[in-house]
């Protein structure tokens, strides 16, 4: 495609949104169509740029054709998308955390009409991670496995999207779910072998930290990953946008694309 795609952002009020913005101002492979906020934001109306005169920020779904819409905003805000972008035949990359089953349900439904990538880290050094964690889980499959999580103290959820993805992807590895051998809470007694632990730290402005060990008999392997600046999401999201408009409809991950870079 030669032309630039053409690009909505969905919750752009928010801290994500603004460095998707940020980014996305002199990036001349998109044209920002459209940047939408909940209703009621005291923002409406307002320039996405204070030097530019459109978009303005807006609550409704714009009547321009887009090719791709970058999503982080809340459940509220997720339905709406996807609504719009199963409408429309847009291709929808979404960083919304906090879902419901019900939710989960309406993202694997709409990926059979739409190219979608729905993800709780976009930074590609934790897709990386992720990789080395599935060889690593599936190589050591009795070995203990405990997750550790720290984000800044006003985060909502516990533990984070990442981490329970994380520990969705270990599990699979060795041919189990998280149903049956994560490990959460605060009394989590004796540990099964194999099980897969979480602890959570929360505190201060920390951007987001994750690690994986590996326990076995008198040794151990640590995998991780730390964000010091949260514009590596926001990147990963443009990244995830720019190449999710050339596949066919389905539900895709960061892994995908690092398997194209590899290949």
Known sequence: MNRPLRLAVNGATGRMGRALLDLLRDD????????????????????????????????????EALDVVIDFSGPGGLTSALAHCQAHGIALVSGTTGIDAALKACISDAAKRIPLMHASNFSLGVAVLARLLRQAAAALPDWDLEIIEAHHGRKLDAPSGT??????????????????DGVTGGRQGARRIGGIGFAVVRGGDIVGEHSALLIGQGERVELGHRATDRTIFA????EAAHWLCGQPPGAYDLDALLAQRLA
């Open 28 to 63: 001349d492979r998109f044209e920002l169509v459209a940047t939408v906020t909940a209703q009621g934001m005291p923002q409406l109306g307002e320039r996405a740029y204070h030097d530019r005169a459109e978009p303005c920020l807006r609550a409704d779904w714009p009547r």
């Open 163 to 180: 981490a329970l993805s994380l520990g969705e992807t270990a599990a699979a590895a060795r041919g189990t779910t998280l149903a049956r």
């Open 235 to 238: 990147r990963g999201a443009i």
